[in-house]
Antibody, heavy 126, light 108 residues
Framework: EVQLVESGGGLVQPGGSLRLSCAAS????????MSWVRQAPGKGLEWVSG????????YYADSVKGRFTISRDNSKNTLYLQMNSLRAEDTAVYYC???????????????????WGKGTTVTVSS | SYELTQPPSVSVSPGQTARITCSGD??????AYWYQQKSGQAPVLVIY???KRPSGIPERFSGSSSGTMATLTISGAQVEDEADYYC???????????FGGGTKLTVL
């Protein structure tokens, strides 16, 4: 069974840092791109970041670029999100999600999240 | 930055057809995907690549896309379909994901 389990959330002061982890099981982790999606209290879903299976390519939403870093350790089947310079507006449930990608003639044709974790809560407050 | 636009809410009676729209400039070239999120739960994929249904999703869920608008249709909506629904796609580069603002479906 494919499973994603997030951890590392908690209460942090504005300007502080936090590292989230996502432990993956049930699939060949290194073969799949992964992503982080967040949801502020009472708000909608927001795509945060994505990373290729090898870790060589990373992508960020404008709202977190320069402050957050996505990475992965394929030997540990674990995805990470290092969050620095945290702000109150970063308060959210953070979900880890597995990408499903379809390529056509070497170009990405379809890209979406097919499996999600249950999320971990990050609260930025003094 | 790229945006997908959804109506904030849709309301139908049980057994009626619910339609939720999603508009975006890149949709003619990019697929739309739909996620269902019930209160306190993680999102669940209900439609992928505009109109395909994952295994385990009831047949009453269907999707379509034409021009800059994608539509999620729930034929014969049931009370258990009450949830927030989000469309998802990527920007023209394909590297950045984007969600619509979400639509709260009420079935009563």
């Amino acid at each position: 069974e494919v499973q994603l389990v997030e951890s590392g959330g908690g209460l942090v002061q504005p300007g502080g840092s936090l590292r989230l982890s996502c432990a993956a099981s049930g699939f060949i982790f290194s073969s799949y791109a992964m992503s982080w999606v967040r949801q502020a209290p009472g708000k909608g879903l927001e795509w945060v970041s994505g990373i290729s299976g090898s870790g060589g390519s990373t992508y960020y939403a404008d709202s977190v670029k320069g402050r957050f870093t996505i990475s992965r350790d394929n030997s540990k089947n674990t995805l990470y999100l290092q969050m620095n310079s945290l702000r109150a507006e970063d308060t959210a449930v953070y979900y880890c999600a597995k990408y499903r990608i379809t390529m056509v003639r070497g170009v990405i044709d379809s890209l979406y999240m097919d499996v999600w974790g249950k999320g971990t809560t990050v609260t930025v407050s003094s | 930055s790229y945006e997908l636009t959804q109506p904030p809410s849709v309301s139908v009676s049980p057994g009626q057809t619910a339609r939720i729209t999603c508009s975006g400039d890149a949709l003619p070239k990019k697929y739309a995907y739909w996620y269902q999120q019930k209160s306190g739960q993680a999102p669940v994929l209900v439609i992928y690549e505009d109109s395909k249904r994952p295994s385990g999703i009831p047949e009453r869920f269907s999707g379509s896309s034409s021009g800059t608008m994608a539509t999620l249709t729930i034929s014969g909506a049931q009370v258990e379909d009450e949830a927030d629904y989000y469309c998802y796609s990527t920007d023209s580069s394909g590297n950045h994901g984007v969600f619509g603002g979400g639509t709260k479906l009420t079935v009563l």
